[in-house]
């Protein structure tokens, strides 16, 4: 976890709370759909690649 996460953050009510809330939604509404399943599928690779993935393994894809 990053300091940032751990770190506390002070409590704010009204106004400023709605408006931080919006500022966080509008972060995250404006990355577009393609980058997200773009990341997703980079993480899928990346974890069926772990040699400590728990679970079924994945089976290898015969050579074209």
Not at 18 to 37: C, N, T, Y
């Amino acid at each position: 976890m990053s300091d940032e996460m751990k770190r506390q953050m002070e409590m704010v009510e009204g106004s400023e709370a709605w408006k931080r809330f919006e500022d966080v939604m509008k972060g995250i509404l404006a990355v577009p759909h393609s980058e997200i399943q773009r990341r997703i599928e980079e993480h899928r690779r990346k974890a069926a690649d772990s040699p400590n993935r728990r679970g079924p393994k994945r089976k290898a894809k015969p050579p074209e």
